[in-house]
């Protein structure tokens, strides 16, 4: 049989004097629990144990371990669905500076936003080759590459950020190193644009490649 009447949440309601009609009956509550329960609470061991039946888009998941909301999305990123972190404000870009000789400092190069890699966006504004963040608590991390195929141990160099609030945040080449990572965790008290630089000795005319990480903690 079927529902005879709807609950306060409109769920299905039966009446003691209809005919029963055990699979229907059931399978319409079971439908029901579906489509209402969103919301699971256990390990984050078991939410990365999930089968594919068991997680759908707008499924809420609490880690009682780590103590995180996650949200599983029809695209995480990269076309695929997966887990964010609704709490979480995230926002990555790529830099690419052309033909870089020796010396310095040079400038990024162009930005460029990752589509599909900024979460809670709005606190970063990408504009005429400039990231201009809101006042707040940020972590940042860019990592440049300097792709040169060989680098000799003549390599040296360093990579850095300047928010224009404190002294730079700087990562050193070590010899014959291609690869460094600037980090730094702040707080803007006004909207300001981070200026990128780093310089480079050691030979080659490469294109250097970088990533930049942003995080907004509050």
Known sequence: MAQDSWGPKHQPQYSNVGVPADAADLSQIA????????????????????????????LQWYDTDTL????????????????????????????????VP????????????????????GFATLANNK???DPGEYDITWTLKLNVSQP?????????????ESEPFRAEYGSGGDTAAAKGSFLLTQATAPS????????????ATGTIRIRKDA
């Open 131 to 133: 990231i201009t963040l």
């Open 102 to 121: 020796d010396g310095g400092p040079y400038s990024q190069g162009t930005i460029t936003a990752v589509s599909g890699k900024t979460v809670g966006g």
């Open 68 to 99: 995180a909301n996650w949200l599983y999305v029809a695209d995480a990123g990269s076309g695929s669905a997966g887990w964010v972190n609704p709490d979480m404000r995230f926002a990555q870009f790529t830099t690419l500076a052309g033909g």
């Open 31 to 58: 439908n029901f629990a579906a489509l209402v329960g969103n919301r699971k609470v256990d390990t984050s061991t078991a939410r990365a144990a999930l089968g594919a039946d068991e997680k759908w888009p707008g």
């Open 196 to 207: 990128f630089t780093f310089y480079k000795q050691g030979g080659g005319t490469p294109n």
């Open 152 to 164: 000799t141990s003549a390599r040296t160099g360093y990579v850095q950020f300047d928010i224009g």
